[in-house]
T-cell receptor, first 114, second 114 residues
Framework: AQSVSQHNHHVILSEAASLELGCNYSYGGTVNLFWYVQYPGQHLQLLLKYFSGDPLVKGIKGFEAEFIKSKFSFNLRKPSVQWSDTAEYFCAVNVYSSASKIIFGSGTRLSIRP | DTAVSQTPKYLVTQMGNDKSIKCEQNLGHDTMYWYKQDSKKFLKIMFS???????INETVPNRFSPKSPDKAHLNLHINSLELGDSAVYFC?????????????FGSGTRLTVV
């Protein structure tokens, strides 16, 4: 079965530190990849997405992610985090089949110390 | 205008009751979804409708019954509520069942069963 793994459950950083959150998926077919962010008490918002072309994708708020097909990975990065980046981050995969659906990873909680 | 709106935002009810959650989208999308987010923030798809037709039905107890009166609305009715149904339920929409562009989520309904 298709799955998405986020190995970091909780990451704690100081402001201005660099961020990298890991994401791996298991599916051999065509995929679209996403990172969503959920700020405390809010709904999910799309940070960035990949569906073809340049494997380095830039999103909102200075985030970027790199799709490495050989490693089935789609890691999220930000060179310098801010306190306002404190949130839950979800990696997700849209699996193409007769009825495609987005499968989410278990999420990574990011806490930024001011 | 809110793109995907859910009502109510909070719902507290006793075990054994029947309750409904409503969802409406004004994006002109053809496909709508229900996701359940448990206490550990894990998101799991429950149902998907494309143009009023059920296309995804994950292994959800049949106490949960989705209804789509038109493609802009997808409601969720839950019979005989149980403690384990306590969660945040998110509605989402996309421009088609094979959308490359990800989903737009509503703000969620926090259901607490006591």
């Amino acid at each position: 079965a298709q799955s998405v793994s986020q190995h970091n459950h909780h990451v704690i950083l100081s402001e201005a530190a660099s961020l990298e959150l890991g994401c791996n998926y298991s599916y051999g077919g065509t995929v679209n990849l996403f990172w969503y962010v959920q700020y405390p008490g809010q709904h999910l918002q799309l940070l960035l997405k990949y569906f073809s072309g340049d494997p380095l994708v830039k999103g909102i708020k200075g985030f970027e992610a790199e799709f490495i097909k050989s490693k089935f990975s789609f890691n999220l990065r930000k060179p310098s985090v801010q306190w306002s980046d404190t949130a839950e981050y979800f990696c997700a995969v849209n699996v193409y089949s007769s009825a495609s659906k987005i499968i989410f990873g278990s999420g990574t909680r990011l806490s930024i110390r001011p | 205008d809110t793109a995907v709106s859910q009502t109510p935002k909070y719902l507290v009810t006793q075990m054994g009751n029947d309750k409904s959650i409503k969802c409406e989208q004004n994006l002109g999308h053809d496909t709508m979804y229900w996701y359940k987010q448990d206490s550990k923030k894990f998101l799991k798809i429950m149902f998907s409708y494309n143009n009023k037709e059920l296309i995804i039905n994950e292994t959800v107890p049949n106490r949960f019954s989705p209804k789509s009166p038109d493609k802009a609305h997808l409601n969720l009715h839950i019979n005989s509520l149980e403690l384990g149904d306590s969660a945040v339920y998110f509605c989402a929409s996309s421009d088609g069942p094979r959308s490359q562009y990800g989903y737009t989520f509503g703000s969620g309904t926090r259901l607490t069963v006591v």
